[in-house]
Antibody, heavy 125, light 106 residues
Framework: EMQLVESGGGLFRPGRSLKISCAASGGSLGDLVVSWVRQKPGRGLDLVAFIRSKRFGETTYSAASVTGRVSISRDVSTGSVYLQVNSLQTDDTGVYYC?????????????????WGQGTTVTVS | SYDVTQPLSVSVALGQTAKITCGGDKIGGKNVHWYQQRPGQAPILVIFRDNNRPSGISERFFGSNSGHVATLTITKVQAGDEAVYHCHVWDTTTAIFGGGTTLTVL
């Protein structure tokens, strides 16, 4: 069974950048959609960005609220997925989860996010 | 952009049936997924594509979706079901989550 581990969170100053990573054990992320989902304290879940599988071109998408400040990428050598957020704002504070979704025949919308990491906490202050 | 709406909270007596709704314009035409999130833990997928249970999820969890409302039903509610439940749809090139519903077991 695949497990995900996020790392790279911490305390950051406004205006700086961060790069957090999502590593998998017990499986490969290459055939899956990988999403970064943020949860602000006491709030619901918000998609930050996601990247499609290699088979579907590793196309990336980001939320309108962060477009232009975030990039999501895969590293072939490590098999990990990364999220970089630039020009950090206090509003970026929260727990960042990575999660995977199957992408059978490209229809990722058929599936929910079935594997989640434990999250990494980002505080911008 | 597409929006989905959940009630902030639902209360149910132990052993009874809980229903949590997720409303959205013609949501019946979309695939709705549901997550359970206990305090301090990551979400867990409990229903995908409206009414499908992932392996390992109790048969007490059911999903339905029609018209403008999707519903998560939990039968014979247990104390361990107390959690926040989130609905989720993929909309074109983004993922939309409801605000989450806190289920309290009385």
């Amino acid at each position: 069974e695949m497990q995900l581990v996020e790392s790279g969170g911490g305390l950051f100053r406004p205006g700086r950048s961060l790069k957090i990573s999502c590593a998998a054990s017990g499986g490969s992320l290459g055939d899956l959609v990988v999403s970064w989902v943020r949860q602000k304290p006491g709030r619901g879940l918000d998609l930050v960005a996601f990247i499609r599988s290699k088979r579907f071109g590793e196309t990336t998408y980001s939320a309108a609220s962060v477009t232009g400040r975030v990039s999501i990428s895969r590293d072939v050598s490590t098999g990990s997925v990364y999220l970089q957020v630039n020009s950090l704002q206090t509003d970026d504070t929260g727990v960042y989860y990575c999660a995977t979704t199957k992408e059978g025949a490209g229809r990722y919308y058929y599936y929910g996010m079935d594997v989640w990491g434990q999250g990494t906490t980002v505080t911008v202050s | 952009s597409y929006d989905v709406t959940q009630p902030l909270s639902v209360s149910v007596a132990l052993g009874q049936t809980a229903k949590i709704t997720c409303g959205g314009d013609k949501i019946g035409g979309k695939n709705v997924h549901w997550y359970q999130q206990r305090p301090g833990q990551a979400p867990i997928l409990v229903i995908f594509r409206d009414n499908n249970r992932p392996s390992g999820i109790s048969e007490r969890f059911f999903g339905s979706n029609s018209g403008h409302v999707a519903t998560l039903t939990i039968t014979k509610v247990q104390a361990g079901d107390e959690a926040v439940y989130h609905c989720h749809v993929w909309d074109t090139t983004t993922a939309i989550f409801g605000g989450g519903t806190t289920l309290t077991v009385l």
